[in-house]
Nanobody
Framework: VQLQAFGGGLVQAGGCLRL?????????????MGWFRQAPGKEREFVAA????????YFSDFVKGRFAISRDNAKNTVYLQMNSLKPEDPAIYYC????????????????WGQGTLVTVSS
């Protein structure tokens, strides 16, 4: 399973970006998908996750109400719509795939993409 995240960039505070994560390899629909982020000097943290069926989304408290996660199994792609971006949101955003049930724990994801950088200007 290979994952590739893209869509990052520079955006002003209050703006929006949509990240995409494309997967190749085994059938995409078998995996729960998650987004994590890591800012310089900080540990990786959970952002959002979605079950294999597209239901049961989970969000961290700091993005709840601002970010949305969705997936298109026919396109083998998961999306992270980021709205109302804040100065504290910049990080490298990673997508990840987990076999089985959706989870917020990074250690339970078996496959990781290379990350895409999000920068927010104030």
């Amino acid at each position: 399973v290979q994952l590739q995240a893209f869509g990052g960039g520079l955006v002003q505070a209050g703006g929006c970006l949509r990240l995409s994560c494309a997967r190749s390899g085994r059938p995409f629909s078998r995996y729960a998908m998650g987004w994590f982020r890591q800012a310089p000097g900080k540990e990786r943290e959970f952002v959002a996750a979605i079950s294999w069926s597209g239901g049961t989304p989970y969000f961290s408290d700091f993005v709840k109400g601002r970010f949305a996660i969705s997936r298109d199994n026919a396109k083998n792609t998961v999306y992270l719509q980021m709205n109302s971006l804040k100065p504290e949101d910049p990080a490298i955003y990673y997508c990840a795939a987990a076999e089985g049930v959706v989870t917020t724990l990074g250690r339970e994801y078996q496959y990781w993409g290379q990350g895409t950088l999000v920068t927010v200007s104030s």
